[in-house]
């Protein structure tokens, strides 16, 4: 969560802690494939009519098969459009439940540091802390500087306080 802060000169920043590093995202393309077509254009032999697999289910109705295959093509179009969307929406809940709680977890244990930005109408700043107490009063030191009119230093051994 950031906080917004309005320097004296009328200028909006915007600091807060950054869950996630900052990448730059390339775009690699994907290799082309060609699409081979069959050179024979006759059509192939022995195909045969396909309603002749409609026999199996009934021989002397007809509509008992036709219903059938009726029934099925709405049972997986209900399948496909409702419980299969369902479960990749539960699925990508789940997977960002446990990835965000990995990702606070590798702060917190391995110490990973905090990545504080402060982002202004022309510039933006960054300090990496470690810990979350200590990340939570830099955001403070930041957002009190600015308010006071002070840009803080982002190369300072001393900034931001422990």
């Known amino acids: 969560m950031s906080r917004a802060v309005t320097t004296p000169t009328g ?10 590093p900052k990448q730059r995202v390339r775009w690699r ?18 195909g045969g009519n396909w309603l002749d697999a409609l ?3 009934d021989g002397d109705n007809p509509l008992a098969a036709l219903a059938f295959v009726i029934g099925t093509i709405v049972f997986a179009a209900l399948v496909w ?5 369902l479960l990749l929406v539960l699925l990508d809940i789940a997977l960002l439940v ?7 977890a590798a ?22 802390v470690v810990g979350w ?7 403070g030191a930041v957002t009190q500087r600015l308010a006071r009119g002070d840009i803080p230093p982002t190369d300072s051994p ?3 306080p422990r």
């Open 98 to 104: 446990v990835l965000t709680a990995a990702g606070f």
């Open 55 to 57: 026999d199996v289910f």
């Open 107 to 128: 702060h917190l244990v391995l110490h990973r540091p905090w990545e504080i930005e402060a982002v202004g109408p022309n510039e933006r700043l960054t300090w990496h």
């Open 81 to 85: 459009f409702f419980v299969v969307p």
């Open 11 to 20: 200028e909006t920043w915007r600091v807060g802690r950054c869950w996630l």
């Open 133 to 139: 107490q200590r990340s939570r009063r830099a955001v």
């Open 29 to 46: 393309g994907f290799p082309t494939r060609v699409r081979r077509t069959s050179s024979n254009p006759q059509p192939r032999s022995g």
């Open 158 to 160: 001393g900034f931001p």
